[in-house]
């Protein structure tokens, strides 16, 4: 068996510190995290990994608000004023019209 350091192992789990996640809170049979699309309207905890076990994080009303939360937006740059449409310049092409005298 390769054995990887010590450090090298460190690094990776410190990585994951911090990352969030969505659990919802709908009553079920079985214990633990269950997929989004079994209950999408209902609420959700969000949970941030600590290093060694899920904390409270926040709350989300639903899934959709869940993956807000998850996956925020960049902020969109404002969009730029419109530019003023230029008026046709006399094209310099060949068009499919006929030459005069043709």
Known sequence: ??????????????????RLRAVPLASRASAG???AHLHPDAPRAIQRWNGHTWEPHGFAAN?????????????????????QPQPLQAGRGRHRKPRPGE
């Open 63 to 83: 899934y959709a608000e869940a993956q807000r939360i998850l996956h925020p937006r960049p902020e969109e740059p404002e969009a730029a004023p419109a530019a």
């Open 1 to 18: 068996m390769d054995d990887e350091p010590l450090s090298h192992w460190a690094k990776r789990r410190d990585a994951k510190i911090g």
């Open 33 to 35: 995290p269950q997929g």
